[in-house]
């Protein structure tokens, strides 16, 4: 009997259970992705918590509802395994409109509100820096 092997965790963030949630966990679970939840209640909590990373601290801090945009967070995938999964999920369309990071040594003691907020900073400013692009040749 082959054994099923992980090859990583997502923390699914900040999405109601709905069907493309269910779609999305359905996803992960095909692949062998451990899916982790954390809603609006779990914005003060470090990342390494909620992924049950080892060395984690559980320090909660007051969370940022402002903060709370749906998110899909990738943690102890190879480089491999997250371009496939990355690749495939894009394929999908699953997640279209939701943000995305990875766990590094510098994120992972990051409250989900600090990470939510830089994730939304950052596509805010992308956004920005097309619409300029797209603006410069009018």
């Not at 062998?32 to 320090?59: C, I, M, N, W, Y």
């Not at 969370?63 to 371009?83: C, N, T, V, Y």
Request: proline share 3%.
């Amino acid at each position: 009997m082959k054994a099923r092997v992980q090859t990583g965790t997502v923390l699914i963030c900040c999405m109601e259970e709905t069907a493309a949630r269910s779609e999305l966990e359905k996803f992960f679970t095909a692949r062998r992705v451990s899916v982790r939840f954390a809603g609006k209640e779990h914005l003060g909590q470090r990342l390494d918590t909620l992924l049950g990373l080892p060395g984690s601290a559980h320090t909660p801090e007051e969370g940022d509802l402002a903060a709370a945009a749906p998110a899909l967070i990738f943690s102890s995938f190879s480089d491999r395994a997250l371009d496939r999964i990355l690749d495939e999920l894009n394929e999908s369309g699953l997640a279209h409109g939701i943000l995305r990071a990875v766990t590094t040594p510098h994120n992972r003691s990051w409250t989900l509100a600090v990470l939510l907020r830089e994730l939304s900073a950052e596509r805010e400013a992308m956004q920005t820096s097309q619409d300029k692009e797209a603006h410069a040749g009018d």
